[in-house]
């Protein structure tokens, strides 16, 4: 029903806020969102405890993906900006390591203080729980104490060297590459980042670890990580064909999302919610710093408008992985109905050989069930 709302609206937004407004509900969901909300509704789910708990134990990450996407559509609707001026990413000039390590100390206390009004918050709503309910002993409570603070340190340190190294990095190799003579190589190029960037995605690790857990190994983090690493893969590359041709985003998330909607009618429920959550997961903290960066750049030095070519690149990266995740739901209900359908075989048939072995053994000796 959202995102049937969003692509409405989306047609009284002007072409300069749209891809904005589509991106930021990718890069509203990042390494502190994910694995929050993740767990949260995989508790509310475990309480409920009912037929239906599992595949409602995912989703909430989409759901929270929408609120930002319509809040900027909002935006774009109601206010008028005149005068923008785009501003360019500055490149660091330094020579040596330590002109590298100055670089990173100016940058760290401001990163410092931004974590911390974002972590105190949730350390606050933590200790007035514990104070009320008294739900944790002393040994859990520790364990929290040091997730937060290894959190804090990692999130500093993560987003100190975003600012001063990704970002830059980034535009730079893409204005390279676009002002070559060969800027075709953005495409396989954008496939070949995409594919691997999904790698260094925090909270795809902890998405692929909670669906595995969830359904007992039946989808396991092979998978998982395959299928989404084709589908952020694909949609780097279309975000290529966009920069160097000016293609409208309109084209590519209009049947994009009534595919993904088509397809939630088609596959098991729990494939439906997981595929909408991977759709903010895959779109996190690697994607905004380096990926986003990359296309401005490539479409700075090809000539192109940055806020109608390039951004929406993170709204690609969230749209595609929510077809392929429900491609391998709709594969994997094909592939049960079949076995359904097909004759009970002997059970040697699907056995590993070192049973069969033993079952053969049982019956020399004279016992009428091999499966005792």
């Known amino acids: ?183 075709w190589m953005l495409i396989p190029v954008g496939l070949l980042v995409g594919y691997f960037i999904v790698a260094a995605e925090p909270a795809v690790h902890v998405l692929n670890e909670q669906v595995e857990e969830i359904s007992g190994g039946a989808i396991s983090r092979k998978a998982m990580n395959v299928c989404l690493a084709a589908g952020v893969s694909v949609s780097v590359a279309l975000s290529m064909v966009r920069v160097l041709t000016g293609i409208s985003i309109f084209w590519f998330l209009v049947p994009g999302y009534a595919l993904a909607l088509f397809l939630t009618f088609k596959v098991p429920k729990i494939f439906t919610g997981i595929a909408f959550d991977s759709g903010g997961v895959a779109s996190g903290p690697m994607t905004s710093t380096f990926l986003l960066p990359f296309i401005i750049g490539a479409c700075e030095a090809s000539g192109g408008n940055v806020m109608t070519d390039a951004f929406g690149a993170v709204a690609m990266v969230a749209m595609i992985p929510l077809i392929a995740i429900q491609m391998m739901g709709y594969s994997y209900k094909n592939k049960m109905e079949k076995q359904d359908e097909e004759p009970e075989r002997e059970i040697v048939d699907i056995l590993p050989f070192e049973q069969v072995e033993l079952f053969a053994l049982a019956e020399n000796h004279g016992n009428d069930d091999p499966r005792r």
Do not use: W
């Open 1 to 183: 029903m959202f995102y049937i709302l969003t692509i409405g609206l989306s047609f009284f937004v002007s072409p300069e806020f749209l891809g904005v407004a589509f991106d930021s509900g990718g890069v509203t969901t990042g390494p502190i969102t994910v694995p929050f909300i993740l767990a949260m509704g995989i508790g509310l789910a475990a309480v409920r405890g009912d037929k239906d708990s599992h595949g409602d134990s995912f989703g909430f990450v989409a759901v929270c993906s929408i609120g930002p996407i319509l809040a900027v559509m909002l935006l774009g609707i109601f206010y008028k900006p005149q005068g923008a001026v785009q501003e360019r990413v500055p490149m660091p000039e330094v020579e040596n390591l330590t002109e590298v390590l100055r670089e990173f100390a100016i940058a760290l206390p401001n990163t410092f203080r931004t974590v911390l009004i974002a972590i105190v918050p949730i350390a606050v709503f933590f200790a007035v729980f514990q104070i009320i309910s008294k739900r944790f002993r002393k040994r859990q409570i520790a364990k929290i104490c040091v997730g937060i603070t290894y959190t804090l340190l990692g999130l500093v340190l993560f987003l100190t060297g975003v600012e001063v190294g990704f970002i830059p990095a980034g535009t730079l190799l893409g204005k390279e590459l676009a002002a070559s003579p060969y800027k």
